[in-house]
């Protein structure tokens, strides 16, 4: 797909803000890993009647208070991790053409609609991914290091993607103990798997808005 050539324009700064939101959803992880682990620790001494009535209802409602409270930080960051995310992807592919690529097979929106088609967002997004980090750094070795590093990353973000839509989808209103246990130790699964993901991201966003600006001043930008 033939691009129309715009003038070069660094991730620099988009990819400081990038590290930011991601770095501190790094952090809204590790607090909800941890706050995961006493929920099931409470909910477990209070299925063994560790304590009486009066304490373990005093106990419950602090803990669901401040699980409210990270739940909405959570949503919130997630958001704007997102927003951020997606403009950056597309910022990133948008400069192809003005670090000579020709033929692109897609277009710059087009990569981020990609994300919300079902099916299509299972392998369309890795292969705009890939196409920004052959072009952006030159490596075009299909066996490179930094090429398992692209895949070993859209795994974890499609599997970490997936068990949170079908986490939300089977949270019930009206929660059991034994259904609250079984959701805090897959959410548990899950911040690993957040925080893994974002990690690897840090690292490929930084190589390639670096590799972009390196190639742009060996190549002439079209007005």
């Known amino acids: 797909m033939s691009q129309k050539v715009s003038s070069y324009s660094s991730l620099n700064r988009l990819t400081r803000w990038l590290v930011i939101v991601l770095a501190v959803e790094i952090v809204v992880s590790l607090v909800t890993i941890v706050s995961d682990t006493y929920q099931i620790r409470l909910l477990t001494s ?4 560790e ?9 419950a409602q602090v803990n669901d208070l401040w699980q409210s409270v990270i739940t909405e930080i959570v949503v919130i960051v997630t958001i704007f991790s997102i927003v951020v995310f997606l403009y950056w992807f597309y910022r990133a592919y948008r400069n192809l053409p003005a670090l000579g690529a020709t033929r692109l097979k897609f277009n710059p929106k087009w990569v981020i609609v990609y994300f919300f088609i079902p099916i299509l967002a299972l392998w369309k997004p890795f292969r705009a991914l890939e196409e920004i980090y052959t ?26 993607s997936m068990m949170g839509f079908l986490m939300a989808r089977g949270y019930t209103s009206e929660p059991t103990p ?10 548990i699964v899950l911040q690993f798997l957040v925080i893994a993901a974002n990690a690897l991201f840090i690292f490929i966003a930084k190589e390639i808005s670096a590799k972009q600006d390196l190639k742009s001043h060996n190549i002439p930008t079209v007005q």
């Open 51 to 59: 304590y009486d009535y009066s304490t373990a209802i005093g106990l």
């Open 178 to 187: 034994e259904t609250v246990l079984n959701y805090s130790n897959q959410d």
């Open 135 to 160: 072009i952006s750094t030159n490596d075009y070795s299909s066996r490179s290091t930094n090429s398992y590093i692209l895949l070993i990353w859209w795994i974890l973000f499609i599997v970490s």
């Open 46 to 49: 209070v299925m063994n009647y």
